[in-house]
């Protein structure tokens, strides 16, 4: 990846998606050419570890980007620190990769707006610090959820061949794209935007959809 497009004092805005929003957003946002440092020429998202960034462009100037969370209990049932939340049996990761698949072409399919084949692969992002527990000496499965979320976006977009090795960033916890030329930013750890000249819009963008995902009752389910 590219490193900031802008130097730190010059600061640019981006849309920022929280945990468990995203939609296909227009960017950049140029609504206010009276007061171009207000112009919104970016968008992304922060704070991923068991969730999934996701970001690919789309035709005109839209672009999908998603902070796409998924766990197997509800908040109060676990702790946060409990990995079970976040590991189901294969058969379990399966149906949540072909819900996320689903949830995908229902959103984008009846847009107008469909992905540009060769540039929405080229140019995807796919941000996830815990897509698997590790090397596992005891037997209990590996793959947490943002692995078969990461596998359902692939296969939305006709990379089922791809390994998420090769496409999931996990020493990554976001990400920042200038929608004016494609380049990208990723955010470590503790890493603001800020540090490379990106303030966050003070208005959210317009299309947001909730992409929070549980299992209830054996389903995978939007919440």
């Known amino acids: 990846m590219s490193t900031s497009p802008f130097p730190e004092q010059q600061q640019k ?12 957003i227009a960017c950049p ?14 968008v992304g998202t922060h704070h991923c570890v068991t969730c999934v960034g996701v970001y690919f462009p789309m035709g005109g100037n839209k672009h999908f980007v998603a902070h796409i969370a998924a766990r197997l209990m509800p908040p109060a049932a676990t702790d946060e620190k409990d990995d079970r939340a976040w590991i189901p ?10 819900f996320v698949k689903r949830r ?25 610090p815990r897509p698997d527990r590790g090397d596992q ?22 990379l089922i061949s ?5 496409k999931v960033e996990t020493s990554a916890r976001g990400f920042v794209v200038d929608c004016t030329n494609g380049g990208a930013q990723l955010l470590g750890a503790g890493e603001p935007p800020q540090k490379h000249g990106w303030a966050e819009a003070s208005r959210a963008p317009d299309g947001l959809g909730t992409w929070n995902i549980e299992l209830k009752n054996g389903e995978w389910q939007l919440v």
């Open 162 to 166: 791809t390994s998420i090795s090769a």
């Open 29 to 42: 946002n140029t609504t206010t050419p009276s007061i171009p440092q207000m112009a919104t020429v970016g």
């Open 89 to 98: 049996t294969t058969e379990q990761g399966e149906d949540l990769a072909e």
């Open 13 to 24: 805005f981006f849309y920022f998606i929280p945990q468990g929003r995203g939609g296909c």
């Open 137 to 158: 000496t005891d037997g209990t499965e590996s793959r947490m959820t943002g692995y078969y979320v990461a596998r359902g976006v692939l296969d939305f977009l006709g």
């Open 104 to 128: 995908l072409a229902a959103y984008i399919g009846p847009s107008p707006y469909t992905p540009v084949d060769g540039r929405s692969r080229e140019k995807l992002i796919l941000v996830c």
